[in-house]
């Protein structure tokens, strides 16, 4: 069946470190992922899209990669900060009707 | 980006009723999307509304639990009907990207819903 997994446990990081979550798929052949941030009582928030030709993707201070052999994404927060603290969501696309599936989710919690 | 509103925010029901959630959209859109999120898991898509034509419904969900409007596009309603409390869940609607970016998608502020 096809499925994707994030770590189910929270991520604890001492601010001003690098926080560096993952994403693991099985069984898809996205076209792109994404990776959005979400808070509590609050809708997801779209932060990186990377696609499939794409290695790596960059903003600010989040970068993400992509390893289709691996089947694999790595969403990395540099000096990570309090604010930096919600739960991450990976996302890919299901087929080309733009529909997303999602991953549950890492709580992140950067302690000061 | 688009900005979303959703009403109500939050309620709680009996057994047996329906609520109708509605999603406001600041700017038209062709592709709305209803999600159901529970507490520690990943969102479940509903199904897709897009104007003009039905919704089209993912596997597990059905239309007469779940009848969805969408009379416009800037607008769209799901309702939740004869809930029971394995309905306790969030409500979200979200939308697709404008422009280039039609593959992300912004999302409302959810309906907390509580069914006793």
């Known amino acids: 069946s096809q499925k994707i997994e994030q770590n189910s446990e929270a991520l604890n990081i001492q601010e001003g470190k690098t926080a560096t979550l993952t994403c693991n798929y099985t069984n898809y052949s996205p076209a792109y992922l994404q990776w959005y941030r979400q808070d509590p009582g609050r809708g997801p928030v779209f932060l990186l899209l990377i696609r499939e030709n794409e290695k790596e993707k960059r903003k600010e201070r989040l970068k993400v990669t992509f390893d289709t052999t691996l089947k694999q994404s790595l969403f990395h927060i540099t000096a990570s900060q309090p604010a930096d603290s919600a739960t991450y969501l990976c996302a890919l696309d299901l087929d080309s009707n733009y529909q997303l599936i999602w991953g549950a989710g890492t709580k992140l919690i950067i302690k000061p | 980006s688009a900005v979303i509103s959703q009403k109500p925010s939050r309620d709680i029901c009996q057994r047996g009723t329906s609520l109708t959630i509605q999603c406001q959209v600041d700017?038209?859109?062709?592709?709305m999307f209803w999600y159901r999120q529970q507490p520690g898991q990943s969102l479940t898509l509903i199904a897709t509304?897009?104007?003009?034509?039905?919704?089209?419904?993912e596997s597990g969900f059905v239309i007469d639990k779940f009848p969805i409007s969408r009379p416009n596009l800037t607008f769209s309603t799901l309702t939740v009907s004869n809930m029971s409390p394995e309905d306790s869940s969030i409500y979200l609607c979200?939308?697709?990207?404008?422009?280039?970016?039609?593959?992300?998608?912004?999302f409302g502020p959810g309906t907390r819903l509580l069914v006793l």
């Open positions: 509304a897009n104007q003009g034509s039905e919704a089209t419904y």
């Open positions: 979200s939308v697709e990207g404008t422009g280039g970016s039609r593959e992300t998608q912004y």
């Open positions: 700017s038209q859109v062709t592709m």
